[in-house]
């Protein structure tokens, strides 16, 4: 282990056991959020020396058709069957979508469900930004997104997953709340920033469908049964301090004809519980800057301090 990399200090090391109790409403034990990616990937995107946007040569028709199927088909079907269950969508939108495909996001914006950004394509990457380019970039994403839906955003997923060192610092300085690209926790947990005060949502990697599918190799009835396991845990553990639970899809993956069965059958689970705080990004993120915040960030304190529970 190298001893000369400091920790980046972007959160404080808290363990699991004794902390703050956390209580989401009506009593339940775990919010649980859907978050369909409803993005746009080019066909032949600009070349970024630091990262391919196809792992194909391009302009790569294959991918790009099979990532087209999730707006034109794929998001409609996984929406019938989220509202079906009493599900609101927690968006992470590429925001080109509100001039490429507008009648999207009319869609899902008429469906109640929430917007936060995912950059502007998701084959358009940070890395390499200056200061300029990535606010140019919240900027944008802040004024399409309310132009398009009335809502100005509160969260970030950057795009494609890709940061600069500053972009923490700059979505807090824009207003924004919270951030789902943390993976550190099953609680919502207080980010260090210059100004203004950012949470991490917990997001997942593990119970994505792009994991799944792609990297996990999982049949649907397998990726339904890890969802529902997911569940059954962190409900279980929310009942002495509240967890989270979040969903992330893909409409391409997750909206195909053949996996949406198994899907359905996870949301008819986690809804007939009762255990479970069905709701948005941003409703969870309110919740604990208004409830938890300041209890969390001084128990975050002591820690540093050297003082234990």
Not at 103 to 121: D, K, M, P, Q, R
Not at 188 to 198: Q, T
Not at 233 to 249: D, F, K, N, W, Y
Not at 278 to 305: C, K, P
Request: charge should be negative.
């Amino acid at each position: 282990m190298r001893q000369d990399a400091p920790d980046p200090g972007l959160y404080d090391f808290r363990p699991w056991r004794n902390r703050h109790p956390i209580r989401w409403p009506d009593g339940k034990s775990v919010a649980v959020w859907v978050s369909p990616n409803i993005e746009f990937y080019e066909l032949d995107p600009p070349a970024n020396p630091h990262r391919k946007a196809w792992s194909r040569p391009h302009p790569d028709i294959v991918g790009y058709g099979h990532r087209d199927y999730g707006n034109r088909v794929g998001h409609f079907r996984l929406a019938d069957i989220m509202a079906r269950h009493g599900f609101p969508g927690s968006v992470s939108l590429s925001v080109a979508m509100c001039q490429h495909h507008p009648e999207i996001v009319a869609h899902a914006n008429a469906l109640g469900w929430e917007f936060f950004s995912h950059g502007i394509y998701n084959t358009r990457y940070s890395y390499g930004m200056d200061e300029a380019q990535e606010r140019a970039i919240i900027e944008d994403a802040i004024r399409t997104i309310e132009a398009a839906t009335g809502q100005r955003i509160k969260g970030w997923l950057a795009p494609a997953l890709t940061h600069t060192p500053r972009t923490l610092d700059l979505i807090a300085e824009y207003g924004l709340t919270y951030t789902c690209d943390l993976y550190h926790d099953d609680q919502p947990a207080p980010v260090h920033v210059r100004n203004g005060r950012l949470i991490s949502l917990p997001y997942s990697l593990e119970v994505n469908d792009h994991y799944g599918f792609f990297v996990y190799n999982m049949g649907p009835r397998d990726y339904a049964e890890t969802l529902i396991r997911q569940f059954e845990r962190l409900a279980e553990e929310g009942q002495t301090s509240g967890t989270v639970m979040c969903i992330p899809l893909h409409a391409y993956l997750i909206g195909q004809p053949h996996r949406i069965g198994a899907f359905a059958s996870v949301l008819r689970h986690i809804a007939a519980d009762g255990r479970a705080w069905i709701t948005r990004s941003g409703d969870i993120a309110e919740h604990f800057l208004a409830q938890d915040y300041a209890a969390v960030a001084a128990e975050a304190a002591r820690y540093r301090a050297g003082s234990r529970p």
